[in-house]
Nanobody
Framework: VQLQASGGGVVQAGGSLKLSCEAS????????VGWFRQAPGKEREFVAA????????YYGNSVKGRFIISRDNAKSTVYLQMNSLKPEDTAVYYC?????????????????WGRGTQVTVSS
């Protein structure tokens, strides 16, 4: 499975960005997908995840109420709409697919990772 994350950039605090994660390869069945982020000097942090069907998305506490994860299986793409951005949201954002069917909150359960896209929020 190959993953390509895009949509990062520089935005002012309070602004919005929408990230995309396009999957290719592997089976024709849609995957569960998770988003993580990593800021310099910090551990990789869970952001959001969505099941293969798009139901029951879940979020990390730091982004709950501001970020929305969604998917379009026809396009093999998962999106992360990020609203009310804060300087502390600055990080490289990665999308990932787990080795099984469950997208958890721990990086270790994910087998495939995209390269990441930089998000910078200025104050």
């Amino acid at each position: 499975v190959q993953l390509q994350a895009s949509g990062g950039g520089v935005v002012q605090a309070g602004g919005s960005l929408k990230l995309s994660c396009e999957a290719s390869g592997g089976t024709s069945s849609p995957y569960a997908v998770g988003w993580f982020r990593q800021a310099p000097g910090k551990e990789r942090e869970f952001v959001a995840a969505i099941t293969w069907s798009g139901g029951a998305p879940y979020y990390g506490n730091s982004v709950k109420g501001r970020f929305i994860i969604s998917r379009d299986n026809a396009k093999s793409t998962v999106y992360l709409q990020m609203n009310s951005l804060k300087p502390e949201d600055t990080a490289v954002y990665y999308c990932a697919v787990p080795g099984g069917r469950i997208a958890g909150t721990i990086p270790d359960v994910y087998k495939y990772w995209g390269r990441g896209t930089q998000v910078t929020v200025s104050s």
